[in-house]
């Protein structure tokens, strides 16, 4: 039987008290912006995991990718003794799995120690109990057979999720074989990228107007310094005092306090349908409406003053909010993130959620901006 949601103004209230975490200390323009050039770098490739429990692949399934893979680790000199296209998948003790590693955007160093994700790419249950065969691993750039390794991953693997056994993790399972450092200043000019949650024209402004009030970098510059490009990103120019240490000037910039509070933007709902994510901004409000999705009914009271739907396009409003309406009580517009924690309490799966989310976005309904994101 469809579950319906009555959404009471005190529920309204209880949901929606957030606690503003800027608040509590100054804002500085290292909360807003990454620098650009500072971005993650994966580096992968397949490999073998040996010592399962019968819960590894059957080769005879993809014998083909089963010898590439140990055509690659014999070219790299990396060998599992014992261990041949015929023999992989006999028992069932031995997967094929795609070995995965993300280097920090700050970069890192040839011998620093890495975690790397381990994924079954056959048919294997469970990695539970394995253990990956030195595996040389490059970028998704370098996969010939003249590519030049960058790490070198192995180690026993652990799960995480007891719901995800064919997905493991080697815990500083990986030591570079090469140096990572970004480039971050190009031809003396600091990108700084806003990231998503804040990008908007307003802010830009605001971040380039901290920069060029910060007094250092103010008394070496004969003009502004930095200069909003659009409503993602803020170039500011290298001073010829900091090229000897470009690091202080990055501090400088990142140190500096932007005044004000946080700009005034359009509220988000931003969706990861892949992973299932939804962040919802405190603001995001939805109009008077009622959606029906599978088992749940979203029934949506109406905001102070505004008049109700057609009967052809909603159903009836809950007559209670109406009654408070008319003893001039203070009767708010239903905030999304209320409407979430009910569907949540009622133990919606969060396909479910989206579903609802996109049908308010398709009506119009949502009052703020709803982003789909990968």
């Known amino acids: 039987m469809p579950t319906t949601l009555k959404l009471s103004l005190t529920l ?17 323009v290292e909360h807003f912006v990454r620098i650009k050039g500072q971005e993650e770098t ?17 080769v005879r399934n993809y014998a083909p990718t089963t010898h590439m893979i140990l055509q690659q680790m014999s070219r790299s000199g990396l ?7 015929r023999g992989l998948g006999s028992a069932r003790s031995n997967a094929l799995v795609k070995v995965v590693v993300t280097i920090p ?5 040839s011998g620093d120690m890495l975690d790397c994700t381990v994924v079954a790419i056959g048919g294997a249950s469970s990695l539970a109990g394995g253990v990956l065969s ?6 998704p750039f370098q ?76 008394a070496l510059s004969m003009e502004p310094p930095a200069r909003a490009i659009n409503a993602h990103s803020v170039i500011v120019r290298m001073p ?14 990142m140190d500096a306090e932007v005044l004000g509070g946080v700009p005034v933007r359009v509220p988000r709902v931003i969706i990861n349908e892949r992973a299932g994510t939804i962040a919802i901004d405190a603001d995001v409000e939805v109009r008077p409406t009622l959606v029906t999705h599978r088992n749940f009914i979203a029934d949506i009271p109406p905001a102070e003053g505004e008049e109700e739907a057609p009967p052809q396009q909603f159903l009836e409003i809950d007559t209670d909010t109406r009654f408070r309406q008319m003893n001039g009580e203070n009767v708010n517009n239903m905030k ?12 919606a799966a969060p396909a479910e959620v989206i579903d609802i989310i996109k049908i308010l976005h398709q009506q119009g309904a949502i009052v703020g901006d709803v982003v789909f994101v990968d």
């Open 336 to 347: 999304l993130r209320a409407l979430q924690a009910s569907l949540n309490a009622l133990r």
């Open 12 to 28: 309204l209230i209880c949901c929606i008290l957030t606690v503003n975490a800027f608040a509590q200390q100054p804002l500085r």
């Open 134 to 139: 030195p595996t040389l691993l490059t970028t």
């Open 240 to 253: 010829t005092n900091y090229f000897a240490n470009p690091m202080e000037f990055v501090a400088q910039v």
């Open 42 to 58: 994966v580096i992968h490739q397949y490999g073998i995991v040996s010592g399962l429990n019968g819960t590894g692949d059957d």
């Open 79 to 85: 060998q599992v003794p014992g261990l041949d296209a």
């Open 105 to 109: 955007g700050t970069g890192a160093r």
């Open 143 to 218: 996969q010939d057979e003249n590519s030049v390794p960058l790490g070198m991953a192995s180690g026993k693997i652990t799960l995480e999720q007891a719901a995800s056994p064919s997905v493991g993790r080697i815990v500083n399972g990986c030591r570079l074989t090469a140096d990572f450092m970004h480039p971050y200043i190009e031809n003396g000019l600091l990108t700084l990228v806003i990231r998503r949650e804040h990008a908007h024209h307003n802010m830009a402004n605001r971040i380039a107007e901290a920069i060029n009030n910060n007094v250092e970098l103010q």
